[in-house]
């Protein structure tokens, strides 16, 4: 079971940044789909980016395109969660998940991810 631990959440203005980092503390973390998700108040959980350790290919929600950037650190086990031009609906509980790669790809499907971290909190005021 790979142990997820996020960090670099806060309180920001609208149109601000913030880099989130989560560092995984099993040594085989290659062959991983890492994703990232956020929980906002009353709403369900949902994936906002994604990357294979291997490959190092990336998706993104639609909401995250163009302002978020996921990114690895191989050497550190951890990925990184880039936000620019943070919006007030993207506040929420943020959190770093990661599954097995199967049949080489990964799919961004909750349910597919059986580690989580305990989760970071944003803010995002107007």
């Known amino acids: 079971q790979v142990q997820l631990v996020e960090s670099g959440g806060g309180s920001v203005q609208a149109g601000g940044s913030l880099r989130l980092s989560c560092a995984a503390s099993e040594y085989t973390y290659s062959r991983r789909c890492m994703g990232w998700f956020r929980q906002a108040p009353g709403k369900e959980r949902e994936v906002v980016a994604g990357?294979?350790?291997?490959?190092?290919?990336?998706w993104y929600a639609d909401s995250a395109k163009g302002r978020f950037t996921i990114s690895q650190d191989n050497a550190k086990n951890t990925v990184f969660l880039q936000m620019n031009s943070l919006k007030p609906e993207d506040t929420g509980m943020y959190y770093c998940a990661a599954t097995p790669v199967i049949r080489g790809g990964c799919t961004w499907a909750q349910s597919r991810f059986g580690s989580w971290g305990q989760g970071t909190q944003v803010t995002v005021s107007s």
């Open positions: 990357l294979h350790t291997d490959t190092g290919g990336t």
